[in-house]
């Protein structure tokens, strides 16, 4: 199945006449599972597992425009009831619908539980991202249940949707088994690809697990392609992963004019660019305006810089709403064809206001270039697979006194100077100042994220302390924060940070959220200010034992294997400074401060770790640096050690203790013990 938050149109049908409209046969009921698969366990090959696909079965069709996907699967433990109770069906900006779903649960006595209810659209949220998908419960999921379902997703009769066959999935696959059957073309019937171009034939890159068995058929109007695949391991899980569609096994099918890659990508590049530069046109308004957004003697970079503010002031439609055709016309508007559209409106979406932006350089006078990425996050760019599907989005190169700044005015809330994480090292096709070529888009400093959290706090003889707790974000951690909370209530919000910082804390602290500043100004840090009171520590007797790490207490643990098959990948660098001042009660001293520790690794990480008492005050300082995005797996033990000792340095504890205090008889007051 194609993923539908990545794909895009892959080929439009001219010749509509041709296509014929099948309809879809009735869907058959669900199997009954045998008495073996209603007891089975875990597969010897994967001993661990929560699930395991009994099979996998999809059937994707370019003619009749419908992919089926039929599942079923058997729940193991109770983290993959948790796990797979509610089934998730990508979307891909409404291009599919989900149509016919029929699912049941099969206990391990055999009783059948049929669903009945009805899928929902929901807004999902998934490593930093934001995406919509249609979302079905399975009914009354137990441990040892088999979950079967079947649903149609279906699309518009002049697109076609290759199939994109991601053979692996999160669970141990005993049988796979998928069929795609493209669009015949011959005679009076013919595909046009990119600008349209027609195409030359069906085409498909792929990388497959051993013993599996494809079978291209090629009989006269009956064309199909066939893959069957069993006992197929599961996607690795392990922290940090690089985009495992990029490495995992797959076949991906589409429809090209061409097949030799340099050639492709260079008229590509050719359309891409005068793509770019039709839509990056300014009208009346948008050359009667831009002179005003800036001062005659501005620098370049700050004309750069201004014209940039304006453009991310416009609605980013990815992020609120798509406006509607009647609205549109309600409000005297016709249909965008270029730049000069957007810039009327005010809102647009992500590569719209990205391409108007390019517009606004250049008509400023200023030399800038549009390229398009892969989102990273998702995929990494494949020059083999000559596809121009796979690219994602668009950013925009200023060129600024001879320096070249990437830019990226279509991800709402992304600071000026960087770009939104995902674009950041993505590879893609850019325009150059005599043409196009495939380039790399430009990267993040670990100093362009900041991640502060302080907390000023006073301390009780009773062991409790009370403050503030501040958290400040900027750059990348800033972006996915505001990004996350776009268009939610503010109420929720509040609830979902203190959510998130009472998890940082000790047991039994209580915070409500006091201030939060700058949600909605992507040039100035985020700041969230929360009141705090409650015991941050363990007494015993007179000595009261606090974590060096006191912001850090239910931090999950990562890395915690010893060996790795995969390289690590992180989002993004960053530097992280925790704070913790402490006001001490008289009578209360610390005793046996924990040592300063620190390190550095790979050139590219370094801690440092340390405690300082003046008087009645303490404090404990923890400043992470993260320069590394991606670890080759060779260098993962070193990556661990570093790890290794941070965690070390975290456990640390501070001893404060109580002195006794002489009574008038001489003897002494255990006040901590009363």
């Given at each position: 199945?194609?993923?539908?938050?990545?794909?895009?149109?892959?080929?439009a049908?001219?010749?509509?006449?041709?296509?014929?409209?099948?309809?879809?046969?009735?869907?058959?009921?669900?199997?009954?599972?045998?008495?073996?698969?209603?007891?089975?366990?875990?597969?010897?090959?994967?001993?661990?597992?929560?699930?395991?696909?009994?099979s996998?079965?999809?059937?994707d069709?370019?003619?009749?425009?419908?992919?089926?996907i039929?599942?079923?699967?058997?729940?193991?433990?109770?983290?993959?009831?948790?796990?797979?109770?509610?089934?998730?069906?990508?979307?891909?900006?409404?291009?599919?619908?989900?149509?016919?779903?029929?699912?049941?649960?099969?206990?391990?006595?055999?009783?059948?539980?049929?669903?009945?209810?009805?899928p929902?659209q929901?807004?999902?949220?998934?490593?930093?991202?934001?995406?919509?998908?249609?979302v079905?419960?399975?009914?009354?999921?137990?441990?040892?249940?088999?979950?079967?379902?079947?649903?149609r997703?279906?699309?518009?009769?002049n697109?076609?949707?290759?199939?994109h066959?991601?053979?692996?999935?999160?669970?141990?696959?005993?049988?796979?088994?998928?069929?795609?059957?493209?669009?015949q073309?011959?005679?009076?019937?013919?595909?046009?690809?990119?600008?349209?171009?027609?195409g030359?034939?069906?085409?498909?890159?792929?990388?497959?697990?051993?013993g599996?068995?494809?079978?291209?058929?090629?009989?006269?109007?009956?064309?199909?392609?066939?893959?069957?695949?069993?006992?197929?391991?599961?996607?690795?899980?392990?922290?940090?992963?690089?985009?495992?569609?990029?490495?995992?096994?797959?076949?991906?099918?589409?429809?090209?004019?061409?097949?030799?890659?340099?050639?492709?990508?260079?008229?590509?590049?050719?359309?891409?660019?005068?793509?770019?530069?039709?839509?990056?046109?300014?009208g009346?308004?948008?050359?009667?305006?831009?002179?005003?957004?800036?001062?005659?003697?501005?620098?370049?970079?700050?004309?750069?810089?201004?014209?940039?503010?304006?453009?991310?002031?416009?609605?980013?439609?990815?992020?609120?709403?798509?406006?509607?055709?009647?609205?549109?016309?309600?409000?005297?508007?016709?249909?965008?064809?270029?730049?000069?559209?957007?810039?009327?409106?005010?809102?647009?979406?992500?590569?719209e206001?990205?391409?108007?932006?390019?517009?606004?350089l250049?008509?400023?006078?200023?030399?800038?270039?549009?390229?398009?990425v892969?989102?990273?996050d998702?995929?990494?760019?494949?020059?083999?697979?000559?596809?121009?599907?796979?690219?994602?989005?668009?950013?925009?190169?200023?060129?600024?006194?001879?320096?070249?700044?990437?830019?990226?005015?279509?991800?709402?809330?992304?600071?000026?100077?960087?770009?939104?994480?995902?674009?950041?090292?993505?590879?893609?096709?850019?325009?150059?100042?005599?043409?196009?070529?495939?380039?790399?888009?430009?990267?993040l400093?670990?100093?362009?994220?900041?991640?502060?959290?302080?907390a000023?706090l006073?301390?009780?003889?009773?062991?409790?302390?009370s403050?503030?707790?501040?958290?400040?974000?900027?750059?990348?951690?800033?972006?996915?924060i505001?990004?996350?909370?776009?268009?939610e209530?503010?109420?929720?919000?509040?609830?979902?940070?203190?959510?998130?910082?009472?998890?940082?804390?000790?047991?039994?602290?209580?915070?409500?959220?006091?201030?939060?500043?700058?949600?909605?100004?992507?040039?100035?840090?985020?700041?969230i200010?929360?009141?705090?009171?409650?015991?941050?520590?363990?007494?015993?007797?007179?000595?009261?034992?606090?974590?060096?790490?006191?912001?850090?207490?239910?931090?999950?643990?990562?890395f915690?294997?010893?060996?790795?098959?995969?390289?690590?990948?992180?989002?993004?660098?960053?530097?992280?400074?925790?704070?913790?001042?402490?006001?001490?009660?008289?009578?209360?001293?610390?005793?046996?401060?924990?040592?300063?520790?620190?390190?550095?690794?790979?050139?590219?990480?370094a801690?440092?770790?340390?405690?300082?008492?003046?008087?009645?005050?303490?404090?404990?300082?923890?400043?992470?640096?993260m320069?590394?995005?991606?670890?080759?797996?060779?260098?993962?033990?070193?990556?661990?050690?570093?790890?290794?000792?941070?965690?070390?340095?975290?456990?640390?504890?501070?001893?404060?203790?109580?002195q006794?205090?002489?009574?008038?008889?001489?003897?002494?007051?255990?006040?901590?013990?009363?």
């Open positions: 199945m194609p993923v539908p938050f990545l794909l895009r149109t892959s080929a049908i001219l010749s509509l006449s041709a296509l014929p409209l099948l309809p879809m046969a009735h869907a058959s009921s669900l199997p009954m599972p045998t008495p073996q698969e209603l007891n089975m366990q875990a597969p010897a090959e994967d001993p661990g597992a929560n699930a395991v696909y009994l996998y079965d999809e059937s069709s370019d003619q009749t425009n419908v992919h089926i039929s599942v079923r699967l058997k729940v193991l433990t109770q983290a993959g009831v948790e796990r797979y109770s509610d089934v998730q069906v990508g979307m891909l900006e409404r291009r599919f619908g989900v149509e016919d779903v029929e699912a049941q649960t099969v206990h391990t006595d055999g009783r059948v539980i049929p669903f009945t209810g009805k929902f929901k807004t999902m949220h998934r490593r930093g991202e934001t995406y919509k998908a249609v079905f419960s399975m009914p009354d999921v137990q441990v040892g249940s088999i979950l079967e379902y079947r649903y997703l279906s699309y518009a009769d697109i076609l949707l290759p199939a066959w991601y053979v692996q999935q999160d669970a141990f696959v005993l049988h796979a088994h998928y069929i795609f059957r493209p669009f073309m011959n005679g009076s019937k013919y595909v046009t690809v990119d600008h349209d171009q027609i030359a034939g069906l085409f498909y890159v792929s990388s497959l697990p051993k599996a068995k494809f079978i291209p058929s090629n009989g006269v109007g009956h064309a199909y392609y066939e893959l069957t695949a069993e006992n197929i391991p599961a996607l690795p899980d392990e922290d940090a992963l690089p985009p495992t569609r990029s490495f995992s096994y797959r076949m991906l099918f589409y429809y090209a004019a061409q097949t030799e890659v340099d050639s492709y990508w260079a008229k590509e590049g050719k359309f891409l660019s005068k793509d770019m530069n039709t839509f990056a046109v300014a009346p308004k948008m050359r009667a305006d831009i002179p005003g957004l800036f001062a005659p003697g501005d620098s370049a970079e700050v004309k750069t810089r201004k014209l940039y503010l304006a453009a991310m002031k416009m609605e980013n439609t990815n992020f609120t709403r798509q406006h509607t055709q009647e609205e549109n016309q309600a409000q005297g508007l016709h249909a965008v064809r270029t730049a000069e559209d957007i810039w009327v409106r005010q809102r647009g979406s992500g590569d206001i990205a391409l108007t932006f390019l517009a606004m250049r008509t400023a006078g200023l030399r800038a270039y549009g390229m398009k892969t989102n990273r998702q995929n990494i760019f494949e020059p083999l697979f000559i596809d121009t599907s796979q690219l994602d989005d668009t950013i925009v190169i200023a060129s600024i006194d001879g320096k070249e700044v990437f830019l990226d005015p279509g991800q709402r809330f992304c600071p000026y100077g960087q770009l939104a994480w995902k674009h950041s090292w993505a590879r893609g096709v850019r325009q150059t100042e005599d043409g196009t070529a495939i380039a790399s888009a430009g990267t400093s670990y100093k362009d994220t900041v991640i502060a959290r302080t000023i006073g301390l009780r003889d009773d062991g409790e302390a403050g503030t707790l501040t958290l400040l974000f900027s750059g990348q951690e800033a972006l996915r505001r990004q996350r909370e776009t268009g209530a503010v109420a929720d919000t509040k609830q979902r940070f203190e959510e998130e910082a009472r998890a940082m804390l000790p047991g039994g602290m209580q915070l409500h959220v006091i201030t939060m500043d700058d949600l909605d100004d992507g040039e100035k840090p985020l700041k200010v929360f009141g705090i009171r409650g015991p941050i520590g363990t007494g015993h007797g007179r000595r009261l034992i606090l974590p060096q790490a006191l912001l850090r207490q239910n931090e999950q643990e990562s915690t294997s010893p060996s790795r098959k995969n390289d690590v990948y992180f989002h993004y660098p960053y530097v992280s400074t925790d704070v913790v001042q402490l006001s001490l009660p008289d009578g209360i001293k610390p005793e046996g401060v924990p040592p300063e520790k620190k390190a550095q690794a790979l050139d590219l990480l801690y440092n770790v340390h405690t300082t008492v003046t008087g009645s005050k303490v404090q404990m300082v923890r400043t992470v640096a320069g590394a995005v991606l670890v080759p797996v060779a260098q993962y033990p070193k990556l661990r050690e570093f790890l290794g000792g941070l965690r070390s340095a975290d456990e640390e504890q501070l001893l404060l203790v109580q006794a205090t002489p009574t008038a008889a001489g003897g002494e007051a255990n006040a901590a013990g009363r």
